[in-house]
């Protein structure tokens, strides 16, 4: 299971990294210029051009991109040095539990943010929602150490609710393209 964390960490913290990277270049592009388009504003559902733009992706007063680079590197780095072989204090995942907490329920409200309340859907910001969930699940398998096999099962409904949760929200624009 240890391995399993290391490289939950690892990956899904890099690839979290490079999605907030990529979130916070768009957002500084459109400060610049208000009429600048994001690359991930794809149609009207697909739109992060829509989401930068609301008071959500600036919950504390600055772009929520930012907390991801922050978090998403110390996640990371966690990762690279678990698998090195690195034995972390307790301290270390006590915060790490307490991160991902956060992470994880900054997460859904964003999510229910996006799809009840804004309307539309950022796929960068969907990276991170994908990555966010198994960061924390793991982190908090290793922390409880459960004697559950069938960890990934959770992941796999937890992702399913999502989806139907997508569907159920933008059924309207789904069904019209049939």
Avoid at 145 to 150: A, I, L, V
Wanted: overall charge neutral; aromatic content about 16%.
């Amino acid at each position: 299971m240890n391995r399993i964390v290391a490289w939950v960490l690892a990956v899904g913290g890099f690839v979290g990294l490079v999605a907030s990277f990529v979130l916070t270049v768009e957002k500084i592009a459109l400060l610049k210029d208000p009429f600048y388009v994001p690359t991930c504003s794809i149609n009207p559902v697909l739109s992060c051009g829509s989401i930068m733009k609301t008071e959500q992706a600036e919950l504390f007063g600055f772009p929520n991109p930012l907390i991801g680079i922050a978090g998403f590197a110390v996640v990371t780095t966690l990762g690279v040095l678990l698998l090195a072989g690195v034995e972390l204090p307790s301290w270390v995942w006590i915060g790490l539990q307490v991160g991902t907490t956060f992470g994880v329920l900054f997460v859904h409200w964003l999510i229910v943010q996006s799809l009840y309340e804004i309307g539309a859907l950022c796929p960068y910001c969907m990276v991170v929602w994908a990555v966010t969930i198994p960061i924390f699940w793991y982190t908090t398998l290793r922390n409880i150490r459960p004697t559950f096999q069938y960890h990934s099962v959770v992941l796999i409904l937890w992702y399913l609710l999502i989806a139907a949760g997508v569907l159920q929200a933008f059924w309207f624009y789904w069904s019209s393209l049939f």
